[in-house]
C-alpha cells in the first residue's frame, strides 16, 4: 500500500492496514521513518543531531544484550535437538538432562521477548527523562511490530509450559498432547505470526524481495527459523498407537535448525545494534 498525501513531501508505505514507512521533508530536508528503526531505537544519529538522549530502552547496550539473552536461549535449544537425535551425546546422565536443557533454554526467550515487548510498548517514548512513565506491556494494535513482540512473548510462555511438562511427562497419549503438544503448537503458531509481522515490518509489504539491509535479513531469517518450529511441532503429535522414531527424528531436525535460525538472527541484531547507521535522512 502506498498513499500520497503532500505531493513529493510526504508518502507513506506499509502492508495493509499498517504504515511502516514514512518519506518527509521537514525543514528543507528529506527524512526516512521506518517503523523498525524507531521502535528499537536505531535513528541514533538524528537523536544526536537533536540533542536528545535516548530512553534506555532504545540504546545499542540495550538491543545487543537482548540479542545475545536470545542467543543463549536458542543455544540450549540447539543443545536439546542434538541431544535428542543423538542420545549418545548424554549418556551416562539422567534422562531428563535433554528435556531440563529445552526448559531453560526458555526461560531466556521469554526473558528477551519480554525485553522486546517491553521496548515495543514505550516505541513512542524517545527521549531519556521525559516524564512519561514507561508502560509494562502497552497496547499498539496499529502497529505491528508491537503486535509481533506481544504474540512472540505470549508464544514463549507457551513453550514454557511445553518444556516444564515435559520433564515430567504425563503417561497417555492424550495426556501427552494435551500437557506437551498443545502448548508448543499454540507457541509454534504464535511465533510463526510473530515472525510474519516483524518480515512485514521491516519489508513495508506483504511479501518482499532480499535487500541490502540487515534488519531485512534478521527479520526474513527469524520467519524461516518459525517455520521450522512449526513443522517440529506439528510431527511432535503423538498418535494412539505411539511415535514413530523416523517422524521424531524429522522433527528434532526441524528444531535444531530453527533454533540455529533464531541464534543467527539474534547473532545479527547484535551486530545491528554495535553498527547502526543514520537511517533518518533519506
Known amino acids: 500500500?502506498?498513499?500520497?498525501?503532500?505531493?513529493?513531501?510526504?508518502?507513506?508505505?506499509?502492508?495493509w492496514p499498517f504504515v511502516t514507512l514514512r518519506r518527509e521533508t521537514r525543514d528543507g530536508r528529506r527524512l526516512l521513518w521506518r517503523a523498525r528503526d524507531h521502535r528499537k531505537g536505531l535513528f541514533r544519529h538524528r537523536r544526536a543531531l537533536e540533542h536528545v538522549r535516548a530512553?534506555?530502552?532504545?540504546?545499542?547496550?540495550?538491543?545487543?544484550?537482548m540479542g545475545l539473552v536470545?542467543?543463549?536461549?536458542?543455544?540450549?535449544?540447539?543443545?536439546g535437538s542434538a541431544m535428542a537425535l543423538y542420545p549418545k551425546l548424554v549418556s551416562g546422565l539422567p534422562g531428563w538432562t535433554t528435556n531440563v536443557t529445552f526448559f531453560i533454554g526458555s526461560i531466556p526467550f521469554t526473558t528477551a521477548a519480554y525485553l522486546q515487548l517491553f521496548?515495543?510498548?514505550?516505541?513512542?517514548?524517545?527521549?531519556?527523562?521525559?516524564?512519561?512513565?514507561?508502560?509494562l506491556f502497552g497496547w499498539s494494535p496499529?502497529?505491528?511490530?508491537?503486535?509481533?513482540?506481544?504474540?512472540?512473548?505470549?508464544?514463549?510462555?507457551?513453550?514454557?509450559?511445553?518444556?516444564?511438562?515435559?520433564?515430567?511427562?504425563?503417561?497417555?497419549?492424550?495426556?501427552?498432547?494435551?500437557?506437551?503438544?498443545?502448548?508448543g503448537m499454540i507457541g509454534s503458531v504464535l511465533f510463526l505470526v510473530s515472525a510474519y509481522l516483524a518480515y512485514i515490518e521491516v519489508g513495508h509489504a506483504h511479501f518482499s524481495k532480499p535487500r541490502r539491509e540487515l534488519g531485512w535479513w534478521i527479520a526474513a531469517i527469524n520467519l524461516v527459523g518459525c517455520i521450522a518450529f512449526m513443522?517440529?511441532?506439528?510431527?511432535?503429535?503423538?498418535?494412539?498407537?505411539?511415535?514413530?522414531?523416523g517422524l521424531m527424528d524429522v522433527s528434532n531436525a526441524n528444531l535444531w535448525?530453527?533454533?540455529f535460525c533464531f541464534a543467527l538472527a539474534a547473532a545479527l541484531s547484535m551486530r545491528e545494534a554495535r553498527h547502526a547507521g543514520d537511517n533518518a535522512a533519506a
Open 1 to 15: 500500500m502506498s498513499k500520497d498525501t503532500h505531493a513529493e513531501e510526504h508518502l507513506q508505505a506499509g502492508a
Open 55 to 65: 530512553p534506555a530502552w532504545q540504546t545499542a547496550r540495550y538491543n545487543w544484550i
Open 70 to 79: 536470545f542467543v543463549i536461549g536458542a543455544s540450549l535449544f540447539m543443545a
Open 119 to 135: 521496548q515495543a510498548a514505550n516505541a513512542d517514548q524517545t527521549a531519556a527523562g521525559s516524564g512519561v512513565r514507561p508502560q
Open 142 to 183: 496499529e502497529s505491528p511490530g508491537w503486535l509481533s513482540a506481544a504474540t512472540q512473548f505470549v508464544g514463549t510462555v507457551a513453550f514454557n509450559f511445553n518444556t516444564f511438562d515435559a520433564i515430567n511427562a504425563p503417561k497417555g497419549w492424550v495426556a501427552q498432547n494435551l500437557a506437551i503438544w498443545t502448548p
Open 231 to 245: 513443522i517440529a511441532s506439528t510431527l511432535a503429535y503423538v498418535p494412539r498407537h505411539g511415535v514413530s522414531v
Open 257 to 259: 535448525f530453527g533454533a
